[in-house]
């Protein structure tokens, strides 16, 4: 079916926290967590309205900016934004440094609610998404290998978390791309184990922060959104060291992003790099053609035709689903 403008509100992948239990049924269906405005990113929930004061944010950082990532494994506008992310790291990641915080988005099925009540359901949504955001999703992973909760990949992001920072943002990677365009159930040990293998992680420490202490860093991170007003992904806290803050709530252009960052100091310098597919792969192995059109400045019409020709070269490898396509870096020629 056609996607228009006139749909209004469609799945995003469960791109919100749970709805509070004490809401009537009424209230639900008008403001249901699975229900999300496709334009605007925007996924809410009803309840916990007042914005609570980040201030305390900023502890311990060694960058002008932080921002704090409020997000899930499994938020499929989350994964839409990646493109602006990535582009964001490599402009402004000399001025920022941000923390990825794990929302809890799907605790289980236990709901039935807005017509969103079965993991099938989903399926149609996350396709129509896909065609939105740019970015290749395959929803067929809810009819043939479906989800039973986000929990368990967020325990596993904080337990690669304790190890490295650095390493828990490629597993995170790893995991969006195995849920969203393998049709992989992340839920499942051998696919975290392959995830975290494929970030550098040690293994035997990762499965034993898994099962042990990440569980209560997950619960903290949970607490610490309910305390900011969090209700909704992805969520993002630009704050500086006097405790000033703006927030970019949902999925937005790049400027939004961008523009976060000069209302706190506008004085903030962006970074030059280079617009070459090389130096684009050497940063980010694998990319979609709406991330390589971001990173490099290449109009999007074309991107897909020049990783296209990289690949019948034999310099990157290509897997396609139904919804499009990312390209994986195989070597870098000289």
């Given at each position: 079916m056609k996607l228009t403008k006139q749909i209004l509100v469609v799945v995003l992948a469960f791109c919100t926290a749970n709805c509070n239990s004490q809401q009537t049924?009424?209230?639900q269906e008008k403001?249901?967590?699975?229900?999300?405005d496709i334009e605007t990113g925007l996924c809410e929930m009803p309840g916990n309205d007042q914005d609570t004061s980040a201030s305390g944010i900023f502890q311990?950082?060694?960058?002008?900016?932080?921002v704090v990532y409020y997000t899930d494994p499994i938020c499929s506008s989350c994964w839409g934004i990646e493109p602006q992310l990535?582009?964001?790291k490599l402009e402004y990641g000399n001025s920022i440094e941000i923390e990825y915080r794990m929302g809890g988005l799907l605790p289980d099925w236990n709901y039935n609610s807005g017509g969103i009540s079965k993991p099938s359901d989903v399926a149609h949504h996350w396709d129509e998404v896909s065609v939105y955001y740019d970015m290749p999703i395959d929803g067929d992973v809810w009819l043939v290998d479906?989800?039973?909760s986000s929990y368990p990949p967020s325990i596993a992001f904080k337990a690669a978390q304790?190890?490295?920072k650095h390493k828990a943002v490629v597993f995170l990677r790893e995991i969006r791309e195995m849920v969203f365009l393998e049709k992989k159930n992340i839920t499942k040990w051998e696919y975290l184990e392959q995830?975290?293998?494929n970030a550098g992680l040690d293994l035997q420490q990762f499965k034993t922060d898994y099962e042990g202490k990440a569980k209560a860093l997950f619960d903290d991170d949970l607490k610490f959104g309910r305390e900011l007003g969090v209700r909704g992904f992805p969520t993002l806290f630009f704050v500086d060291s006097t405790g000033k803050t703006e927030k970019v709530y949902g999925s937005k252009p790049y400027a939004s992003y961008e523009d976060a960052i000069l209302k706190l100091d506008a004085a903030t310098a962006k970074s030059t790099y280079p617009k070459s597919w090389e130096f684009a792969f050497s940063k980010y192995p694998s990319l979609t053609a709406k991330e390589f059109s971001e990173l490099t400045g290449t109009p999007r019409s074309e991107s897909e035709q020049k990783l296209n020709e990289l690949t019948s070269k034999g310099i990157l490898g290509k897997l396609t689903t139904k919804n499009g396509s990312i390209w994986t870096i195989k070597k870098i020629t000289h």
């Open positions: 049924k009424t209230m403001t249901n967590p699975l229900l999300c311990s950082v060694k960058k002008p900016i932080k990535r582009k964001l479906p989800l039973s304790i190890q490295d995830a975290a293998k």
